[in-house]
């Protein structure tokens, strides 16, 4: 069996069809999220799925198009965050690829690089829309706090962000990755790139 | 079954400008607001668009949207107020915290682009039907399969909404909690998660089969089924945008 290429333009079908699949998890994921009352986003695990199915472009497809669609339907500030969804499916996309999805403790490392890089993503643009909060509660706690004992600013919407998505990525990841370890053979082939396993 | 986008369907002014324009406008409004940081302008920005959605008829629709954004902009309030970096002159006194002016100066600053940003969006979202705004960007060279992508999340979602409702209840049917401590919650996020995964997954197979037979990989140009709609007052809008953002641009360059 040849590899599948991490790095293709060339979409099958399948894979373009994943995209909204992908998107509609992120959603229920967010809305199960919030039926259950639990104190996480858990918005991105279809990014992640898509980025361990079908690559980092497709993953970062499915990042983008999802912010876009939620900012047409619910929350146009999302819109914001498109970039840091991309950057979080091709984190997810590489990794996956390198093999960080083979156990547990290699799924929780690949959920914490997740956070940071969707953290170093989400600080620059806190800092120029809002001035660094990121209107979660915890974290906006600690960066005020930050800001009274008069540490620069960057640093204090860093650890704002850290605090919010380290916690959530890595739950993120590992639901995703519970997920694709329970998922059938034929599904998993069937975003594979090299076209030669099965062509639709 | 398309319950998803915020649109409101009205007779206006605002719904016959084409949605590239709209976009455009969303781009510069949004831009503007950024480049200045003159309270009075961004103020004047803002009114503006609050005119155009109230021409759109849809000025009620937007409220709702912008206190989805609520959080935020009291997060914004409080932090910058009370500890912004370059506070020196107290505003008053709450309890043992005071108020800075200029931490809230600045509060008030972003709470405006805020406001405009999603009022802004609002303009483009309230007033343009997905269908048409996707179409718009097809003909401007969007690759169709893109354009299908961006369509189908508006369809798709519903169902799977509906599919979960099936779910969750025939996981409460096996004895599963939702209700409960934290802990007992989070348990119960896998079962329901994971059968609508599956199941999305496995549909979008038939899917891209049902697709592949009507030949949604072939090369060369496509033609469009409905008709291009008139729309008015493009031109002119875009010209008078741009000139508009050029002004700013330089006067931000000068001051």
Known sequence: MKKKRMWTLQFSTAAIVLIPAA??????GKLFASVLKLPLW??????????MLAGPIVGAIVGIVNNIVYGFTTDPVSFVYAITQAAIGIAAGIMAY???????????????????????????????????????????ALFAIMLAKDMPLWLASFADSIVVDVPDKVVTVLLSFLIFKGLPKNVKLMYDNSGEIERL | MNNMTLYVQRDSPVHRVDPLTKL??????????????????????????????????????????IGVSFLLI???????GFFHPDRTTV?????????????????????????NMVS????????????????????????????????SVLQIIPQMVALTGKITDAQRARGMETEGGLWMRFKSFLPLLGPVVLNSLTETRERSIALEIRGFNRKGKRTFLNETEDYRYGIPLRIALVAFFITVIVWRVIS
């Not at chain 1, 998107?23 to 229920?28: E, H, P, R, S, T």
């Not at chain 2, 009291?74 to 910058?80: E, F, L, M, N």
């Not at chain 2, 269908?131 to 369509?151: I, M, T």
């Open chain 1, 23 to 28: 998107v509609g998890i992120n959603f229920l």
């Open chain 2, 24 to 65: 455009l406008f969303v781009f510069i409004s949004i831009a503007s607001t950024y480049l200045v940081s003159d309270h009075l302008v961004v103020l004047g920005i803002l009114l503006f668009t609050f005119a155009i959605l109230l021409t759109g008829k849809v000025f009620k629709s937007i409220l709702p949207v």
């Open chain 2, 120 to 151: 802004a969006f609002g303009v483009l979202i309230l007033t343009t039907k997905p269908d048409d705004l996707v179409e718009a960007l097809l003909q401007k060279g969007l690759s169709p399969r893109f354009g299908y992508v961006l369509l």
């Open chain 1, 98 to 140: 390198k093999g960080w999805i083979s156990n547990v403790g290699k799924a929780i490392v690949l959920g914490l690089v997740v956070g940071f890089i969707a953290a170093i993503v989400s600080t620059p643009l806190n800092i120029i829309f809002w001035e660094g909060t990121t209107s979660n509660v915890w974290g906006d």
């Open chain 2, 91 to 115: 505003l008053f006194e709450v309890g043992p915290f005071s108020i800075y002016k200029e931490g809230f100066s600045i509060a008030f600053l972003i709470t405006l682009r805020v406001v």
């Open chain 1, 42 to 51: 858990v918005d991105a695990i279809g990014t992640v799925l898509a980025s």
């Open chain 2, 74 to 80: 009291a997060s914004i309030i409080i932090v910058q």
